[in-house]
Structure formats: C-alpha cells, structure tokens
C-alpha cells in the first residue's frame, strides 16, 4: 500500500499504527513507558537541584512572564503558566484517549464502563476519606484533594515495565479509571481550589465551547479556529477563577475518533493522483486537506500532542513542581506529619481495597453479569499501580499548602510512588509462580472478548492453512501487490512454522487505487485455488510483488505446473472475481480499508507485524482461551 506518512515498509508497522488511524493504544502505552523514565529522570533533577540550592530552584519558578496585546495582558510566575498553561494540553491528550476507547475500543460497550466508572469514583472518595480521618482537626485537612488522583502517564509507565506480560486488556481497565480519576480531580480543582469565581467569563468559556462542538458537528476544518476558540476558553476560566486546565480535558472528549473508510481513502488518493498528472499549488492544497480528512479529529490531535505531552509537558511540570529541601530533620518531621501519613495511607492503603472492593461488590451484585475485564490478580495489580499519585496531587498540594506543609504533601506523594510500585511488582511478578492456565485466569478472567471481525471464519469456505482445530486463528485481510504485505508474511509464516497450535486465514482486500494489478492477482490466486494450488501460487505471488502482469501470472502457473489454458480462461472471464469481491466487502463490514490488517482470534491486532509482536499478540490469545477453557470446566 501507499503510505502517506512517507514511512518505509520496512518499519513493519500495520497502516493502522503508522497512520494513527483506528486506535492506537500499543502506540500509547509503548509512549508512555518511555515517558516514565524521562518523567523519573525529571523528578531524580528536581530533588537534586533543590537540595543543592532551594533558593535558586525557587526564584528560578517564580520569575515572572508576560503576554501582553496592547492593554491587555496575563502575567504569572513560570511556574503558573507551566502549572496552568502547559498542563491544559496533558489533559487534552487524556480527554482524547477517553473519547478514543469511547468510541473504537473495549467501552464501545457501554456496559464495560459501569465498573471502571465505579472503581475510579470510590478509587477517590476512599482515600480521601482515610486522608480526612488522619488529619482530623488540623490544618492540613483542606489538603485532602492531594490525595486521591493517580497520575496516568506515570502509572502506566510502571505497569509496562513491571507487568511485560499484562495484556491490554489491564491497561484499558486502568486508562477508564484514570479518565474518570482526572475528570473528577478536575471538577474538584475548579470547585474546590479555585478562588472567587466571575460568573461572566465563564459563561463566555460556555458559549465558546458549544459553538467549537457545533463547528466540529458540522465538520469544520480549520485547526486554526479551533485554536483560536480554545485560547479564548483558557483566558475565560483563567480569568473567572476557575483552573484553566479544565478546557483541555473537555476540548479533548470532542475529538471524536473513527476508522477512515476505504472510499475517503479512494477519494484521498484520487486527489494526490490530480496532483501528481498537473503539481499546481492549488491541488497541492486540495491533496493535503484531502489526505488530512480522512484521519479523525482524534487521531489528528494525538499525533500533534501526545508526545509534547509525554516527553516535554509532564516532564516539565515535575521539574518545576517535584523540588524540596530534605534534611535529617525535615524527615524526622514529615514520617509523622499528618499530612504525610494521610497521603501515604490514602494511596498505598485506600486506592487498592477501593478498587479491589469495588470490583468485587459489583460482580457479586450482578451475578457476574458485570465483571472486571480482567482476572482477580490484575484487579488488585491495578489497585497498587493506582497509588502512583503525582502530577494532579502536585498540582492541588500547591494550591492547598504552602511552606513545611507543602514539602511534606511533595514528600507523601513520593513515598506512595515508591510503595506502589513495589507492591505492584510483587503481584505480578507473583503470577509467574503460577501454571500457564492459572497465570492466564489470573491475569485476563473470563469476561467475554469483544469480536471486530463481521464474519467469522468458514473453514468450508475461507483459505486456510495450519491446525484447523487450533485454539488461535491469525486472519489477515491482504493485497498482494502490497509491500507491507510481503514484509508481513514473512512473520505470518515464521510463526506458523514454529507454532503448531495456529490456523492462518488470508482474505482479499486488493488496492487497486494504489495497486492496478492487485485484482488480476486476487483473480490468480482464486484460479490456482480451483485447481488445489491456492497457496503455492499465494506464496509465490508475495515474492514476486513487481511482476503482476497477465504474462507473469501465466508464468507462475506453468512454474506450478497448472492447468494454463483453464487458467488462462478463469483470467480472461474474470471467474472469480465474485469471490474476492465477497472478502472485500467482509472487509468493508469489519472496518477494513488498509492492508495488510491482521485479526487474532477475531479482534484486532493493532501496531507492529514482526516476529515478536504477532508472537505476543497470538500468546495473549492463547492465554486468554486458556483462562476460558479453565472457566467453562
């Protein structure tokens, strides 16, 4: 296929991932595992420049900037405009990825929302509780917001690198708690913590919001406006009182997110074909806007922001925010500081027993008919790697306190990380101990798996070769015409050779906007199949991508020893084109429009189609038919 981001086929990565068209979590979480040590390595900075010299640290974040147009203007310390500004578009990139599962992932049913929702409410109210009950009748109880948000990028993070083998299905589970933990974080700073509020301009931010939805209903196309309407919503809740923050995570649930049908991306390429035949500016343009429309608002914005969020923002915000003097003294004070305690208590203690609880209160209640998507073990994994508090306890510890108290609040949230992420090491690396079948209820439960394939596998009528009783099926939707394809088979068969347990299955989805030769081979193959060669001339077709012609193809069926007039007249009479017609609308129906898209066990697999990824995603399967098989017993 054609790649439009320019990236070489040699990437191996599906149009899926490299594009950033459906959704893209592997991309998320292999981001924020890097994030998480650029983030520690800003924090490990800020402790060391602040106890090297406090004095510097501080009036280095409290020099004052400026934007001023004429009369008018903003000014704050750095530390605001970080804490205030730049952190808008960290919760920008959280609202997106909510707003992505919402509409492509695990919560398009809505009732796997239920528990996530339930389990990131209580997941706050708990340990804000115990923080209330341990600084009951001191002043560091107006501080009880510092205890109860978990900061995303830097949980998940650690989960990747303490939980290799935790299937996506965990991170999902999280990520919803998390939406819920900062959307909730988020009304409490702007109810809570927030000075006086001005009625006036947030009613402007209002009445600017709706009109930036009803643009985007009506597939408005010009990032510059909505640019311009979110810095008007900033300026409005900054200067009503209200934490500007807020306008990022709410911009973010409006991106909606979508796979690019096949025919905008006929149309796209239609267009960049215009523009080739006559390179004028003005079809340039039209090309650029065409191949820009085809990704969702979502995918759009991901791309810009997520990694300015992960690898500049967040790392930023700790730099400027993680800094404190620690003496012999100061922690003789703060282990017994009831601000402190409160913290500590409310995330290593009270975020796991809510969200184990709360997990398991549900699925009692209905029967089983709303359960965790994960199994029991993960469930309290989650809980543990859930106390990673940071960037929205910084953000409310600032508000909230200041001087000693301030320090003590940075140096609880900082003892909670380190206690949390070891109890979640021992958790999962406790799995390990376990049989294979055990590890695998453990650690994926038995909640059913949602299907993206339309229609399932016939092994009566589809191209199918390995185990047909295996317990994994590898489905992939093929062009073969297609570099990526060729690439992609090479790790298709090397798995199947090394795995007898797996059935392969190929369908057609022929390009023939990018690949003009792409139909006639579909054709070819389905004529060597009608005489028992489908996948000899398959195999033989995918090494040979450049020489598609009819002559090649007569060729090849000489060099297979076929019948060459009968095939030579299934060509000519186009006598199965039927057939593959029927595997591309399968295609259309399950949301295909790019190739080479691979389906494991009927969902889809998203991200990379090397060796090692596809190996890891058939595992993943293999475990969770494990878990099953164990359950229905």
């Known amino acids: ?6 990236t070489s086929p040699s990437v191996g990565q599906t149009e899926w991932a490299s594009r950033q068209v459906a959704a893209p979590l592997r991309s998320f979480l292999r981001t924020e595992a890097a994030s998480a040590g650029v983030l520690v390595t800003a924090i490990l900075a800020a402790l060391v420049w602040s106890n090297v010299s406090i004095d510097s640290y501080e009036s280095v974040w409290r020099t004052s900037f400026s934007i001023r147009l004429g009369s008018h203007g903003i000014t704050r310390d750095l530390q605001t405009w970080i804490n205030s500004g730049l952190m808008t578009f960290f919760f920008l990139v959280i609202g997106l990825e909510a707003r992505r599962e919402l509409d492509l992932g695990e919560l398009r049913d809505r009732k796997r ?9 209580l997941g706050m109210l708990v340990p804000v509780a115990i923080y209330l009950v341990v600084n009951r009748g001191t002043a560091g109880a107006d501080g009880w917001g510092t205890a109860m948000s978990t900061d995303t990028a830097l949980a998940l993070g650690f989960l990747a690198l303490l939980g290799p083998g935790v299937s996506d299905r965990v991170r999902v589970f999280l990520l919803t708690m998390f939406v819920v933990d900062d959307l909730v974080a988020l009304v409490v700073i702007a109810t809570a913590y927030s000075g006086p509020i001005s009625w006036g301009p947030v009613a402007l931010a209002v009445v600017v919001f709706v009109i930036l939805v009803a643009a985007l209903r009506l597939g408005v196309d010009r990032p510059m406006v909505y640019l311009l309407m979110g810095v008007i919503i900033w300026a409005a809740l900054l200067d009503s009182g209200i934490d500007p923050v807020v306008a990022g995570l709410a911009i973010g649930l409006t991106g909606s997110a979508y796979s690019p049908s096949r025919s905008t991306l006929e149309q ?11 390179p004028t500016a003005e079809l340039a343009q039209s090309a650029s806007v065409g191949l820009r429309a085809t990704l969702s608002p979502n995918a759009r914005l991901q791309h810009v922001y997520h990694p300015w969020s992960s690898f500049v923002i967040v790392p930023l915000f700790a730099l400027a925010n993680a800094g404190f003097a620690i003496s012999s003294g100061f922690i003789s004070d703060a282990v017994t500081s009831p601000v402190t305690l409160g913290i500590v208590a409310g995330y290593v203690v009270g975020k796991p027993v809510a969200i184990f609880g709360t997990s398991w209160l549900i699925t009692r209640i209905s029967g089983g008919r709303i359960r965790p998507p994960i199994g029991w073990m993960a469930v309290a994994g989650s809980g543990t790697i859930a106390g990673t508090g940071f960037t929205v306890s910084l953000l409310i510890a600032a508000l909230a306190f200041n001087g000693p108290e301030l320090a003590e609040a940075k140096f609880g949230v900082m003892v909670a990380v380190l206690l949390s992420v070891g109890l979640t090491a021992i958790i999962f690396r406790s799995t390990s ?6 590890r695998a209820r453990a650690l994926l439960g038995r909640t059913e798996e949602l ?3 339309a229609l399932a596998v016939d092994l009566d009528r589809d191209h199918v070769r390995g185990a047909d009783a295996a317990r994994v099926t590898l489905l992939e939707y093929g062009d073969f015409e297609c570099p990526y394809c060729g690439i992609a088979e090479s790790a298709a068969r090397a798995e199947l050779a090394s795995d007898k347990d797996l059935t392969f299955v190929w369908r057609h989805l022929p390009l023939t906007d990018v690949h003009p030769q792409a139909q006639l081979a579909a054709e070819a193959s389905e004529a060597a199949g009608a005489q028992g060669a489908f996948w000899p001339m398959h195999d033989l077709l995918l090494t040979r991508q450049e020489r598609l012609s009819v002559k090649d193809l007569l060729g090849y069926a000489d060099e297979l020893g076929l019948d060459r007039d009968r095939f030579h007249q299934d060509l000519s009479t186009h006598a199965h084109a039927a057939r593959v017609a029927c595997d591309v609308e399968s295609a259309d129906l399950s949301g295909v429009s790019g190739t080479p898209t691979f389906f494991i066990n009927g969902r889809r697999h998203y991200g990379a189609y090397d060796v090692v990824s596809l190996t890891a995603a058939i595992k993943t399967a293999r475990d969770r038919g494990l878990a099953e098989q164990r359950a229905s017993r």
Request: net charge negative; aromatic share 8%.
């Open 268 to 278: 796209a390429t239609g267009l960049f074909r215009s523009f080739r035949e006559q």
């Open 451 to 453: 299907v993206d394939l």
């Open 113 to 121: 929302f239920i528990l996530p929702l339930a389990g990131g409410l």
């Open 433 to 438: 101990m376990l049989s294979p079948e055990r």
């Open 1 to 6: 296929m054609t790649d439009s981001s320019g």
